[in-house]
């Protein structure tokens, strides 16, 4: 079974930078394709960036273009978030998600995605 767990949230200002990583265990982190979901409070669970399973192409919705990169290692089974220039909206709790794929294919929706991780929170304020 797959297990997703992030680690890397926390407070930060206005324009600061975070780090998200999501630490894929038990199946081999290469035969998936990952993505990173974001929930702000009241919110729908939203798309924020896909990479797939070689990490050879990547997606990222208009809101975080040129401020986040989406990133993978195969040697740790992990995915990353690199966030820059982070605004309050980006505020939300951030979801890592998983689905067994050997396309080119990126998902962007939730129900495309089989496994999630708990989420780790993010707070952009002064």
């Known amino acids: 079974q797959v297990q997703l767990v992030e680690s890397g949230g926390g407070l930060v200002q206005p324009g600061g930078s975070l780090r998200l990583a999501c630490v894929l265990s038990g199946r081999t982190f290469s035969n998936y394709g990952m993505a990173w979901f974001r929930q702000a409070p009241g919110e729908e669970r939203d798309f924020v960036a896909a990479?797939?399973?070689?990490?050879?192409?990547?997606i990222h919705a208009d809101s975080v273009t040129g401020r986040f990169t989406i990133s993978r290692d195969s040697a740790k089974s992990t995915v990353y978030l690199q966030m820059n220039s982070l605004k309050p909206d980006d505020t939300a709790v951030y979801y890592c998600?998983?689905?067994?794929?050997?396309?080119?294919?990126?998902?962007?929706?939730?129900?495309?995605?089989?496994?999630w991780g708990q989420g780790a929170p993010v707070t952009v304020s002064s």
């Open positions: 998600a998983a689905v067994l794929s050997f396309t080119q294919h990126m998902p962007i929706t939730r129900e495309e995605y089989t496994y």
């Open positions: 990479i797939t399973w070689s990490g050879g192409s990547t």
